[in-house]
């Protein structure tokens, strides 16, 4: 079993910043990529970033290229999604994802993830 915890989120005005982290715990693979998602309640949750085992390879939605960073410290076994210049459109419960297939890319769908993690707000003010 693999447990995953956000936080990090809160609320900002636009163009502010965040950082979110994703501490995983329990049976944690070496080879697995992780990923964030986000979601606005009545809609799909929707792929937002995701990282390679090694963090050497990283893949972002167009809405946030540019603007979100996400990272990795397998020594700490935490995953970490920096958020700058923040709009009132990124407002969503952020989800932190791991995926134990292995494979890069993992895609972007959420089925393509086996643990998730249970959310942290995030509001943007305009």
């Known amino acids: 079993q693999v447990q995953l915890v956000e936080s990090g989120g809160g609320l900002v005005q636009a163009g502010g910043s965040l950082r979110l982290s994703c501490a995983a715990s329990?049976?944690?693979?070496?080879?697995?990529?992780m990923g964030w998602f986000r979601q606005v309640s009545g809609k799909e949750r929707e792929f937002v970033a995701c990282?390679?085992?090694?963090?050497?390879?990283?893949n972002y939605a167009d809405s946030v290229k540019g603007r979100f960073t996400i990272s990795r410290d397998n020594a700490k076994k935490m995953v970490y999604l920096q958020m700058n210049s923040l709009k009132p459109e990124d407002t969503a419960v952020y989800y932190c994802?791991?995926?134990?297939?292995?494979?890069?890319?993992?895609?972007?769908?959420?089925?393509?993830?086996?643990?998730w993690g249970q959310g942290t707000q995030v509001t943007v003010s305009s």
């Open positions: 329990g049976r944690t693979l070496r080879s697995y990529a």
């Open positions: 994802a791991g995926d134990t297939t292995a494979r890069w890319p993992p895609g972007t769908g959420k089925d393509a993830y086996d643990y």
């Open positions: 990282i390679s085992w090694s963090g050497g390879s990283t």
